[in-house]
């Protein structure tokens, strides 16, 4: 089995994160959502677990608070697509249900790569990658 990955994070409105990654063409694992959390599906194998104040504080040691991703940044996450149209494609539909630009977009030639804020302000970062180009 392949190693799988949860990203973790915190949502002011869950119900309207929903809708906005639902947006981005993403699906929502039913079996391990709730009022409380939510299981947002990337790809078969990469999954972010969108959760309430109160779900992801009891993950959390005592004394630890979540940071404010509109004041400080504790990771950016970044995904890749099959092309670089797709860069564009992914980039307008997250403007489009409420992201805003985080940075200009970023042209490398063999790397296309677009940034954006979610409705909470964690920094999203779509990206093209020639992988034969960029091993050359």
């Known amino acids: 089995m392949p190693t ?29 959502t709730n009022e409380d959390a939510a299981c947002l599906v990337i790809s078969d194998t990469i999954y972010c677990m969108l959760h309430t104040s109160s779900s992801i504080q009891r993950f959390l040691p005592k004394g630890k608070t979540v940071a404010d991703p509109t004041k400080s940044t504790e990771v950016l996450l970044a995904f890749s697509v099959d092309s670089r149209e797709a860069v564009d494609v992914m980039y307008n539909k997250a403007l489009a249900g409420g992201a805003t630009e985080c940075r200009p977009a970023e042209d490398h030639g063999f790397m296309f790569a677009r940034s954006f804020n979610d409705l909470d302000g964690h920094i999203w970062e779509v990206f093209w990658m020639d992988e034969k180009q960029a091993n050359g």
């Not at 949860?6 to 929903?18: E, I, P, R, W």
């Not at 981005?24 to 039913?30: A, D, E, P």
Request: charged share 15%.
């Open 4 to 32: 799988q990955i949860f990203v973790n994070m915190q949502v002011a409105d869950l119900a309207n994160s929903m809708t906005f990654f639902k947006k981005l063409g993403w699906s929502f694992n039913m079996r391990f």
